[in-house]
């Protein structure tokens, strides 16, 4: 009888769906490797069909995709990707969503409404994911949907580190636009020197999406810089909003600091105009030059996301490239 060999080598594949081919060019270079070739193409009537160009048997398949607008047709692309690898025996597929699909929809605020994060959780194991990489979760809960390993990327580190470099640190205050966001605030904090706290009071009908009003500011901020920050800007009504009432209380200047970049319109022509004297994000997100403007600053998160990638290749600790933190 013949002996029977395993193959115990590890081989790494990224591949990336077409939604933000440019940050996925950036990983690959940061990684040292090429991305796979995927033939992928929608039908007349939309249907989207993707193969890879190359073998993937046995080998360590990272899926990056990101979620602009249209953001269903890219989770199909997503969804369809790992179907393809799983049928093309890959050894394991892992999920690489810079941006998590459906996030803020992490809880029932009312009666009768949908956990969708929870069902693209779920959505990503039945078509064969093995493991979530993700940036910037609106709710550190969601980690819990997936029923395997989450790894939980941060992106504050790196717009804390920038913004450090451009302002006196003695006289920063971090300023959470909401009370949800207090611990993510208090990071911030610790990054920055140990900067006082604040928050936004606002308001929000839970009947109308996309609307929240600023009301009112919690904290010290008179005659200091107010560092606003959040997990996404999507139309920009609730940080600029945010911005005003910061102004009004006696902020000298207002940098807001954001990873997830959306930018649903008007959001580009409300942050030019509001009054902030910079905005910083990541391109977790493609930002298409009709959506840039003069005070914006991206940031890029590839670094991030191929230093998590090769620990989780290498069996090592992605929460060590956190401080511990993740």
């Known amino acids: 009888m013949s002996e029977i060999r395993h193959n115990v080598d590890k081989e ?22 090429d991305l796979l070739p995927l033939n992928a193409y929608d039908f007349a009537n939309g249907e989207i069909y993707v193969r890879s160009d190359e073998s993937v ?3 360590d398949v990272f899926l990056l995709q990101s979620y602009p607008a249209p953001l269903n047709n890219w989770l199909m692309e997503q969804l369809i990707m790992i179907d393809s690898m799983k049928r093309a025996s890959a050894r394991r597929i892992t999920v690489v969503a810079p941006f998590y699909p459906y996030a803020r929809q992490d809880k029932k605020g009312r009666g009768r409404e949908p956990i969708s994060a929870r069902l693209v959780a779920d959505l990503f194991k039945t078509a064969g994911a093995d493991r979530v990489i993700s940036c910037d979760l609106h709710t550190a ?88 920050i959040d ?34 319109d008007p959001a580009a022509q409300r942050l030019a105009e509001c009054g902030a ?22 940031l890029s998160i590839a670094p991030t996301i191929a230093r998590a990638i090769s620990e989780v290749f290498h069996d090592g600790s992605v929460t060590n490239l956190f401080d511990g933190r993740a």
Do not use: C
Request: charged share 25%.
């Open 231 to 264: 997990d996404m800007i999507d139309t920009g009504g609730t940080i600029a909003g945010a911005v005003r009432v910061l102004k009004e209380a006696g902020a000298k200047d207002v940098i807001i600091a954001a990873t997830h970049a959306v930018f649903s």
């Open 57 to 59: 048997r046995g080998k």
């Open 141 to 228: 809960q969601i980690q819990g949907f997936f029923d395997g390993p989450v790894d939980h990327l941060f992106g504050f580190p790196l717009l804390a580190d920038y913004i450090k470099s451009k302002v006196d640190v003695n006289e920063v205050t971090v300023v959470s636009p909401d009370t949800g966001r207090v611990r993510v605030a208090e990071q911030w904090a610790d990054r920055l020197g140990g900067a006082p706290l604040a928050f936004v009071h606002k308001s929000r009908d839970l009947t109308v999406p996309n609307q929240a009003e600023s009301k009112t500011v919690v904290g010290q901020v008179e005659g200091r810089t107010a560092i606003l």
């Open 277 to 298: 004297r910079e905005v910083v994000v990541t391109n977790t997100l493609p930002i298409p030059e009709e959506k840039r403007f003069e005070n914006l600053t991206v």
């Open 12 to 33: 790494l594949v990224l591949a990336s769906g077409r939604a933000h081919p440019e940050l996925a060019a950036e990983v690959a270079k940061e990684l040292g490797t």
